[in-house]
């Protein structure tokens, strides 16, 4: 990402100078983060805190839970009674108050002075200051790949996308409780999945069929009701030309909806099973990319 694309300088030097500027800042990003001069703070896979001289010691679940929840709270005061809550579940025990005091003073222990944990009515919140969080930096590359991939910049969307992507170091929040989990874990899982889906497009209109199929067989297997990426499959296999393939790809889709579902397939999936029918790629429904981006907010209860 060392400047901007050809197509980028074609489109107005405006455009190439937002976008070298923002390649800029994120290479800048990546030089402090290989140099170990900041705080990293990971939730994208095991919850894990370090500095250059490697992983800081945050030793059970309570803590590592801790940690990610006021991560995910984005610097906004996390409630004792939540915080309780993604502890310990429905069973705190009695000395609830004393045990989330004495992890929170471990966590700033281990943090201080790079992040600080404030204590503010009726809970806790963090102030990350200059660290580098994983969960930021995937938001924010997400979002920038998001806009260049509806701008046209296709080279630079994939490039960003896929960055962003690589953050991810398996399943998130891995080592946290199962309160944490399965109130979070759902949230995090969906922005992978956009990010995923729009990576795709990305790569689909640069005319990556063939090698896209593999990854799409997997996807549409692991998500069988997300109808995106099923017709991204049958977009490839068809330009690839795969049209019976892309033809039988719809169907299984079809009868899993009606199956298991009861339900018709989607506008976007019968566009895509006539645009194979009818050899007409041009109807494919790509590119169909919300207006806003969305940022990953812990719930409250």
């Known amino acids: 990402m060392s400047g901007c694309s050809t197509r980028s300088a074609a489109m107005g030097g405006m455009t190439c100078a937002r976008g070298c500027d923002e390649n800029a800042e994120i290479t800048r990003s990546r030089v402090r983060r290989r140099s170990g001069n900041v705080m990293k703070l ?15 010691a945050l030793p059970g679940r309570k803590l590592q839970t801790m940690l990610a929840a ?35 003073s471990r966590l700033r222990k281990r943090l201080s002075p790079d992040v600080d944990v404030i204590r503010q009515p009726p809970g806790y919140r963090i102030d990350t200051k200059d660290a580098w969080v994983d969960l930021e930096m995937f938001e924010q590359l997400t979002d920038r790949g998001r806009r260049r991939l509806a701008a046209g910049l296709f080279d630079e969307a994939s490039e960003l996308l896929r960055a962003a992507l690589d953050l991810w170091r398996g399943s998130a929040l891995t080592n946290a409780t199962e309160y944490l989990t399965e109130a979070e874990l759902p949230v995090l899982e969906e922005a ?13 209109a640069l005319g990556r069929y063939r090698t896209s199929i593999p990854e799409l067989i997997g996807l549409v297997g692991r998500f069988p009701f997300r109808e995106r990426f099923r017709v991204q499959l049958m977009a490839a296999m068809y330009q690839s030309g795969r049209q019976v393939d892309a033809l039988a790809v719809y169907e299984k889709g079809r009868l899993l909806l009606a199956e298991e579902l009861g339900v018709d397939p989607g506008p976007d999936l019968v566009r895509a099973f006539h645009a194979v029918l009818d050899a007409d790629p041009g109807l494919f429904p790509l590119l169909a990319l919300p207006s806003e981006p969305t940022s990953i907010v812990l719930r409250n209860p």
């Open 42 to 56: 990971r939730i994208l896979g095991p919850v894990v805190a370090a500095r250059n001289d490697g992983a800081l």
């Open 70 to 104: 006021l991560l995910l709270a984005r610097g906004q005061v996390l409630s004792d009674d939540r915080l309780s809550f993604l502890l310990w579940g429905w069973n705190p025990p009695t000395t609830v108050d004393a045990q989330i005091y004495t992890y929170i």
């Open 192 to 204: 992978w999945t956009t990010a995923t889906e729009y990576r795709i497009d990305a790569d689909l």
